[in-house]
């Protein structure tokens, strides 16, 4: 084009030719331009995008990196993790073993040591040497309740303790309740009601038991006149269990802490028993196993009612159950008795011989399943069997009394005497057609019991 243009020049074509090629020449040079800038745009874009890709990559690879680093430490925690978790199941089955063994072992030399104490007492004994056997007796319960406390805090700690769910009556657990506790009451002058309710719920048996029990016992402890209310109403599905008490009442600022271990109330010092503000403690903790809310209302100078709230389960009919037989009301008493006493531990045999031999009994010792074959050689026939539940190499006490009875070709009443509160351990006594004592056994508690089912045998 440019080249044309001079040619038009040199040969003298009019300048207005001339200023249209320019003008054309102009527009083409300019859209050519804009080509090359459009061009060079692109390139920067495409140079730019590079440049992106290239710190994109980069980026990726540093995260990638640290995504590695960050899996391979959560594999490290998963290891370390699941090694904690095994180390924690190894030490809860260890904590149960130990729980058990040692609840057993604290338990049966105070067992030994209540049986022994009895067998002391002589009824014309001067009454200095009574006040010595009462002191005795009431030290050993303390011994007691501390034991059963603090055995009781540490499984609840230990999460040993499963609850059992089941159908409970109320009448039957509140009349159970009411023959444990009135003694203590009649002794303070205190007057303990309860409404023979025909109403159960879902709990666990041995753990409501010990709840209401505890609840009892702490309004004893601090009623000094008056009298205690055992009571169950019903509020929509749930059935709410009260206590009621004429005592010293709860201040505001104490009514928190008096759930936490060895809290005592302000009145503590006045109370007659022992006490070592572990009561409460442990009917939280139980409450908060079973899924039961614990309540409290208070009036200072008044009295307290605690309430456990506990699920609907229907009703059932109640029927009064025979009064506790006691020395002076059993038909005829233990002399010359035929008793078998099966455990494996020497102190509990000497002491068990030493207090059936003071009721005038006939004893036969044994400790164990080996001991039945030559027991039943010597022709001695029991009239009824005092059974350890756990005795060596891991036999029950049950199949013993299984083999006796087998033998003997009659159901000769048995009593199971255990350390053992598993709801498991009372239903395989039960189901074995045998009574249950936990230990240490009171020994009036097992005199009678002994009386009423060595008469019942003999009607």
């Given amino acids: 084009m440019i080249e044309q243009l001079l040619e038009q020049l040199h040969a003298g074509q009019p300048p207005e030719d001339l ?18 800038e459009k061009s060079m745009d692109q390139q920067a874009n495409a140079y730019s995008l590079f440049q992106t890709a290239i710190t994109l990559e980069s980026q990726v690879r540093v995260r990638t990196d640290e995504l590695k680093t960050a899996l391979s430490r959560l594999e490290r925690t998963n290891e370390e993790l699941t090694t904690a978790r095994d180390v924690s199941e190894r030490a809860n089955r260890f904590k149960t073993r130990f729980f058990t063994a040692v609840g057993h072992d604290l338990l049966q030399p105070l067992h030994a040591a209540r049986l022994s104490a009895s067998a002391l007492v002589d009824p014309n004994a001067s009454e200095h040497q009574q006040r010595l056997a009462a002191r005795i007796e009431h030290a ?33 657990l509140f009349g159970s309740l009411v023959v444990d506790i009135e003694p203590l009451a009649k002794a303070k002058g205190l007057d303990l009601r309860w ?104 009036r200072e100078h008044h009295g307290t009612c605690f309430t456990i709230t506990a699920p609907f389960a229907g009703t059932v009919h109640y029927s009064v159950a025979q009064p506790t037989l006691t020395a002076s009301t059993r038909p005829y008493g233990l002399t010359g008795a035929k008793v078998a006493v099966i455990d494996n531990d020497n102190s509990v045999l000497e002491a068990m011989q030493s207090l059936l031999e003071h009721w005038s009994c006939e004893v036969s010792l044994l400790r164990g399943l080996k001991d039945l074959d030559p027991l039943l050689a010597s022709g001695f026939r029991p009239d009824i069997l005092l059974v350890d539940y756990h005795l060596d190499g891991g036999t029950c006490g049950i199949a013993a009394v299984e083999r006796l009875r087998a033998e003997a070709d009659r159901k000769l009443p048995a009593i199971i005497i255990t350390a053992d509160h598993s709801a498991a351990t009372a239903d395989q006594a039960r189901s074995a057609d045998c009574e249950i004592l936990m230990k240490p056994v009171k020994p009036a508690e097992l005199r009678a019991l002994m009386s009423y089912l060595v008469s019942r045998n003999g009607s």
Avoid at 142 to 170: F, N, Q
Avoid at 256 to 262: A, P, Y
């Fill in 195 to 298: 409404h023979r309710s025909e109403l159960a719920v879902m709990s666990d048996p041995l753990m409501l038991r010990r709840i209401v029990q505890n609840l009892i016992a702490n309004a004893v402890q601090y009623t000094q006149g008056g009298g205690i209310m055992l009571a169950a109403r019903r509020r929509g599905p749930n059935v709410r269990i009260e206590v009621w008490d004429t005592g010293p009442g709860i201040p505001p600022a104490e009514r928190n802490r008096i759930f936490e271990e060895f809290q005592r109330g302000p009145d503590a010092a006045r109370a007659t028993a022992g006490g070592f503000g572990l009561g409460l403690s442990i009917v939280q903790r139980m409450s908060e196993a079973l899924g039961h809310s614990v309540a409290l209302c208070s």
């Fill in 140 to 172: 050993l319960t303390t011994i007691e309740e501390l034991l059963r406390s603090i055995l009781d805090i540490s499984k609840l700690e230990a999460g040993v303790i499963a609850p059992s769910i089941r159908l409970v009556p109320l009448g039957e």
């Fill in 19 to 36: 200023e249209l090629q320019l003008t054309k020449l102009k527009k083409i040079t300019a859209a050519l331009m804009q080509r090359v």
